[in-house]
C-alpha cells in the first residue's frame, strides 16, 4: 500500500478496535450483516462483532474489494487461490505497510516506529486513559490468554463495545466525536 493507503488502514484498524492486520486482510463480504462487522479472530478463534459507523464505512468504501470472484472484502488479498498463495499476498501486503507506517512515523516525527500492531495498542492506551475499565478493554480486543479471560468473566453486550468504540473513534475523528457529544447530551437528559 501507499503512504495513503497505509494511513488509511491503520485508521481503520483502531476504528475497528484495533483489529490485527491479518483479520484485516481476511475479512469476507459476508461478514458484514446489517451494518455489523461479525468475523472470527484468527489467532484465538473467537467471534468478535463491532457496530459500523459512518466514519468506518468511508475508510472500507474506498477500499472495498470489487472483484465479485473474490469473497474478501478488501483489497488486500488480491488474488484469491489456495491458501498459501494466499498467505504469501498477505505476508508480502504486511511487509509493505508496516514499511509505510515507519516512512510515517518519520514524515511526522512520532519519534516512535509505527507498525500494524499500534494501532491495536493505541486503541487499548486510549481507552485506559480514558477511565474505560479494563475488562470492557480486554472484552473489546478480544484478549483469550487464561489470565485475562479469568480475571474478567463478566462478558459485555455489544451494545457496550459499540458505545466503547464510538467513545475511542470520537478522540481522532470529528465526525465520530460529534456523535459521541449527541450520544452523551441524550444520556445526561434521560437522567433528568
Request: hydrophobic residues 35%; aromatic residues 10%.
Amino acid at each position: 500500500p501507499s503512504l495513503g493507503v497505509a494511513r488509511d488502514l491503520f485508521i481503520l484498524s483502531y476504528y475497528l478496535r484495533g483489529i490485527p492486520f491479518i483479520d484485516l486482510a481476511y475479512l469476507r463480504k459476508t461478514d458484514i450483516q446489517d451494518n455489523v462487522l461479525c468475523y472470527r479472530r484468527s489467532k484465538t478463534g473467537r467471534m468478535l462483532t463491532i457496530t459500523l459507523e459512518p466514519w468506518m464505512w468511508e475508510i472500507i468504501e474506498r477500499y472495498l474489494c470489487d472483484d465479485s470472484g473474490s469473497p474478501y472484502l478488501l483489497r488486500i488479498i488480491r488474488q484469491p487461490g489456495s491458501i498459501p498463495e494466499e498467505r504469501k499476498q498477505y505476508e508480502s501486503a504486511l511487509r509493505l505497510y508496516n514499511k509505510h507506517l515507519y516512512r510515517l512515523s518519520e514524515r511526522l516525527g512520532l519519534g516512535v516506529r509505527l507498525t500494524s500492531y499500534v494501532a491495536r495498542h493505541t486503541w487499548a492506551t486510549l481507552a485506559y486513559n480514558e477511565d474505560i475499565p479494563v475488562s470492557k478493554i480486554s472484552a473489546g480486543l478480544s484478549h483469550a490468554s487464561e489470565e485475562i479471560t479469568h480475571t474478567y468473566l463478566r462478558s459485555f453486550s455489544d451494545e457496550q463495545l459499540a458505545v466503547v468504540n464510538l467513545q475511542m473513534a470520537a478522540l481522532v475523528n470529528p465526525m465520530a466525536a460529534k456523535e459521541w457529544k449527541r450520544k452523551e447530551r441524550g444520556k445526561v437528559n434521560r437522567n433528568d
